[in-house]
């Protein structure tokens, strides 16, 4: 496999092109922001922390059966990807209010979700990604009915597994969003998990341990990154 020229540069990863058209090299870079790019730093170590945590997660969902576009690492900042026709919605499920649930619902922080809920936005950072629904994203053509209801059954897979793996690990999964793509006519995991798109709290203290340290200045970002993986079992040297 020949890596070749860039395609696309995203605000954390770059994605390029290679020697075959079905697959793609995924770059994690440390660049890091929030507030749909309003605020920009460069974390030392991120794009390698987020490529390792990224491919251990995708393992153990290929694991339980849901499709991912993940092949494997090609080196610590990069990973092998499949080629998705990638769908412009984003799709969150949440287990415990944080984020912008409170701030559209007026809800305390930390109230557990039951059962989880379900939401879409259309990815689009000029717009804030505007929450959306099914009836939007069929009309406008961004999904088929078939492709949402997929997207929904395999976003509610993911949370099974990886709700039992934080649990485990004395973590708590609070929520966090996928992105999926097409790839020959199925529905496919895509983009990236890592704690730059999650929330997760320690059980017991509620510290936070995601994306939410950079977005609210809490300090030690990508250290704290590093204790989730470290807790989940993963090697990063
Ligand atoms: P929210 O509380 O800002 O709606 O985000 C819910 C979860 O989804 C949170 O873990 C952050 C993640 N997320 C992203 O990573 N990128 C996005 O563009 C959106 C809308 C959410
Ligand atoms: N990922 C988005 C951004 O980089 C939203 C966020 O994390 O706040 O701006």
Known sequence: MEKREELYAGKAKSVFKTDDPNLFVLEFRDDTSAFDGEKKEQLQR????????????????????????????LSDTESLVKNLDMIPVECVVRNVSAGSLCRRLGVEEGKELTPPTFELFLKNDALHDPMVNESLAVSFGWASADELARMKELTYKVNDVLK?????????????????GRSNGAVVLGDEFSPDGCRIWDKETRKKMDKDRFRQGLGEVIETYEEVGGRLGIQFD
């Open 46 to 73: 991120k794009g390698m922390v987020n490529n390792k945590f990224n491919a251990f997660i995708m393992e153990k969902l290929e694991a339980a059966g849901i499709p991912t576009h993940f092949e494997g690492l």
């Open 164 to 180: 039992a793996l934080f649990d485990e690990a004395g973590m708590l999964l609070v929520d966090y969003k996928l992105e999926f």
